[in-house]
C-alpha cells in the first residue's frame, strides 16, 4: 500500500497533523527538532527510540511524511478506537510470539512502492534508553530491501505521556534526525546486518547516552 493507496481519512489525516502537530509540539512541549542531514528521498527504514506512545505520530510530523509503522499484535483488541486508529494510519500487525512472516513481506512490499516503514528497534517501550538491547529486525529489513535506515532520537515523549501514567503532562521534546546508515556501506562485513545495527546504536548512544 504505496502512500497514495492509504485509506482516504488516513491520507487527510496526515495533512492534517503535519502542521497541526508542529504547532502544538512547540506551543505545548517546547518542540526541538535537529536534522544532521537532509531527509533522504523514500523509500527507507526509520529505527526510533520508543518511550511513549506519542513516538509514531511526533515522527511523522517531524518527517512529514506517512509512515507505516510494524505494530506488534497486543496493540490490536485493546480498544475499537486504538484499532479503528492503527488501521487509518497504515500500520502493519506484526506477532511477538513467531518469525512475522507477512508483516515483512507486506513492509517490503510497500518499500519496494516507495513508501517508509517504521520500526523501534527495542521491540517496546522503555522508561529510558539502553533498558533493552536493539533487535535486528529494522537493519535486515533495510538490508533486505537495499534502502537506507534513518535513526531518529527521541526524548521528552516518555514524560509527556508515559508507560504508566496515560495522562498528557507538560514536558520539553526533543528530536534528532541522524544522516541515512546505507547497508550498502557493510556489505563486506561477515555479518552485515549485526554492522548495520551496531551502527544505529553508536548513534543513539551519542545522542541518548546520557539523558
Not at 526541538?32 to 511523522?60: F, K, M, Q, T
Request: hydrophobic share 45%.
Amino acid at each position: 500500500m504505496p502512500d497514495h493507496q492509504m485509506p482516504l481519512a488516513g491520507r487527510l489525516a496526515w495533512r492534517t497533523v503535519w502542521p497541526l502537530g508542529i504547532l502544538l509540539g512547540k506551543a505545548v512541549w517546547g518542540l526541538r527538532i535537529h536534522w544532521e542531514a537532509p531527509r533522504p528521498a523514500a523509500p527507507y527504514v526509520v529505527a526510533a527510540n520508543h518511550l511513549s506512545h506519542l513516538d509514531p505520530p511526533l515522527i511523522g510530523v517531524v518527517l512529514k511524511r506517512p509512515v507505516r509503522y510494524l505494530a506488534v499484535d497486543e496493540l490490536y483488541g485493546v480498544s475499537r478506537l486504538l484499532d479503528a486508529t492503527i488501521g487509518m494510519f497504515g500500520a502493519i500487525p506484526m506477532p511477538r510470539g513467531r518469525v512475522p512472516l507477512g508483516a515483512l513481506r507486506t513492509a517490503l512490499a510497500h518499500l519496494a512502492a516507495g513508501g517508509v516503514v517504521g520500526m523501534f528497534p527495542e521491540g517496546r517501550r522503555v522508561e529510558r534508553w539502553g533498558e533493552e538491547p536493539p533487535r535486528r529486525g529494522a537493519a535486515w529489513l533495510a538490508t533486505r530491501a537495499g534502502v537506507p535506515l534513518l535513526p531518529v532520537a527521541v526524548s521528552g515523549t516518555g514524560q509527556a505521556f508515559g508507560i504508566d501514567d496515560l495522562r498528557f503532562h507538560r514536558a520539553r521534546l526533543r528530536v534528532v534526525v541522524g544522516r541515512a546508515i546505507h547497508p550498502r556501506w557493510f556489505t563486506t562485513e561477515s555479518d552485515p546486518v549485526g554492522a548495520v545495527t551496531r551502527a544505529w546504536r553508536g548513534w543513539m548512544d551519542e545522542q541518548l547516552g546520557g539523558d
